[in-house]
């Protein structure tokens, strides 16, 4: 398949504004919730967290990488999707008076933030939501890369998953996070961030990533599905060229080769 290119790069963490605030590790306690500037206020009434982290992450890496909202292909990714309006909706039947709320239940599909981001730019092209458990960051990359050998063009790959709720996250205490990469098929005019190369699967299963950029990661970060993005991040704003696996922690995992070519402004 063709290179591809990478123009730009988002990111957002409970307390953790953008990927600026990330990367300095500027953490902010105020900042426990995001916008999803693509949804108007009236569509996004009764949405979770999660599909606002997932509109926001799109929302800012089309930004960041100059792509049209309006026309950029879209693919959305969560390892476990809508699971706490899940949970509420399964209280509700099992523990409560069973009626359902019709806005809950519309906001509970996989394709909340895919459709939602849709009607709100007005974008009538190609939008899809992936869900694959720890390799959901995989599945959406070599689904963004085919859709762009095959068609050209930009697509904005969007991955979130929040913390999860009671009683789950008595079994896997995480913290929620949201990244965004913008691709395109052709190097733009304005430039771009990295080359990605060499796509193909690989026999050895890596561990989890524990750190970024120097610094210990905590383990209710590390272990959020999305955080397999944070290898690519590193390489490309330490300009470091080498291969970058796309899953950790499981068997055969893809990988792709990183060639970075400008500097992320963040």
Known sequence: MRPLYLTGISLWSPGYRDLAAFVDDARDASVTDCSARWVPPRLARGTSRLTRMLGEAAAAACEAGGADPRTVATIYTSGYGEIETMIVQLQTIFAGDGQLSPMRFKNS??????????????????????????????????????????????????????????????????????????????????????????????????PLPDAFRGRALSRELATNPVATVLPLIDAVLERREGRVPLAFGVARPWSMHVRPLAPVRT
């Open 109 to 206: 599909v996989h394709n909340s933030a895919s459709g939602l981001g849709s009607i709100g730019q007005g974008n009538q092209g190609f939008s899809t939501a992936i869900a694959a458990g720890d390799r959901s960051v995989e599945a959406a990359l070599i689904e963004t890369w085919t859709l762009l050998d095959e068609r050209g063009g930009d697509a904005v790959i969007s991955a979130a998953d929040d913390a999860l709720p009671a009683p789950l996250d008595a079994q896997c205490a995480r913290e929620g996070l949201a990244i965004g990469l913008c691709l395109a098929s052709e190097q733009p005019a304005r430039g771009a961030l990295a080359i990605l190369d060499g796509l193909r699967m690989d026999d050895e299963a890596l």
